[in-house]
T-cell receptor
Framework: NAGVTQTPKFRILKIGQSMTLQCTQD?????MYWYRQDPGMGLKLIYY???????DKGEVPNGYNVSRSTTEDFPLRLELAAPSQTSVYFC?????????FGPGTRLTVL | AQSVAQPEDQVNVAEGNPLTVKCTYSVSGNPYLFWYVQYPNRGLQFLLK??????LVKGSYGFEAEFNKSQTSFHLKKPSALVSDSALYFC??????????????FGQGTTLQVKP
């Protein structure tokens, strides 16, 4: 997984709660991405970053925020959790044209 | 619009038989194409990619894929399937016209079931 780690592995949230999904890579790569995976829908890009201090929206950014204060960390923030955010979340980094993914966080919002 | 299509939700094949998982794409310019595999409760693992060069690319675990520009396809193949190949397979293409961001567009995935 090219040194991409994600925490937590699993989380259950109540509607309206907030949380931060952590993503860390230890190989000093500039490009990082957050995806969500829903059954039968493939992966959808939420946010991405091309380097520290630079982030941009992907296809499905609503309800999420990101920051990139360091090259290593790219946290994804859910401010007011909704049932529609129940999903599996993957972080990825780009190495020589190829994205490599972390192990994922399975989030359930009840 | 840029897109990736995997026309089969599921492919069933007997162990030892050849397998094909289909992928077609729509993107402007020369495509960067990828295949990933996802085992249950795991992240996506990179299998292979086509950037340029030979239309037949070889990847991990004995998989290969054939790039066909005229048919805008990038089908994944393996000469002899194993039960352990059973997994969810994703085709992806790099988004064009977005600068050097490396963003990918994914197909919806195809479940490969290899039966003994």
């Amino acid at each position: 997984n090219a040194g991409v780690t994600q925490t937590p592995k699993f989380r259950i949230l109540k509607i309206g709660q907030s949380m931060t999904l952590q993503c860390t890579q230890d190989m000093n790569h500039n490009y990082m991405y957050w995806y969500r995976q829903d059954p039968g829908m493939g992966l959808k890009l939420i946010y991405y970053s091309v380097g520290a201090g630079i982030t941009d929206k992907g296809e499905v950014p609503n309800g999420y925020n990101v920051s990139r204060s360091t090259t290593e960390d790219f946290p994804l923030r859910l401010e007011l959790a909704a049932p529609s955010q129940t999903s599996v979340y993957f972080c990825a980094t780009l190495i020589t044209d190829t994205q490599y993914f972390g192990p994922g966080t399975r989030l359930t919002v009840l | 619009a840029q897109s990736v299509a995997q026309p089969e939700d599921q492919v069933n094949v007997a162990e030892g038989n050849p397998l094909t998982v289909k992928c077609t794409y729509s993107v402007s310019g020369n495509p960067y194409l990828f295949w990933y595999v996802q085992y249950p409760n795991r992240g996506l693992q990179f299998l292979l990619k086509y950037i340029t060069g030979d239309n037949l690319v070889k990847g991990s675990y004995g998989f290969e894929a054939e790039f066909n520009k005229s048919q805008t396809s990038f089908h994944l193949k393996k000469p002899s399937a194993l039960v352990s190949d059973s997994a969810l397979y994703f085709c992806a293409v790099r988004e064009s016209g977005s600068g050097n961001t490396g963003k990918l567009i994914f197909g919806q995935g195809t479940t490969l079931q290899v039966k003994p």
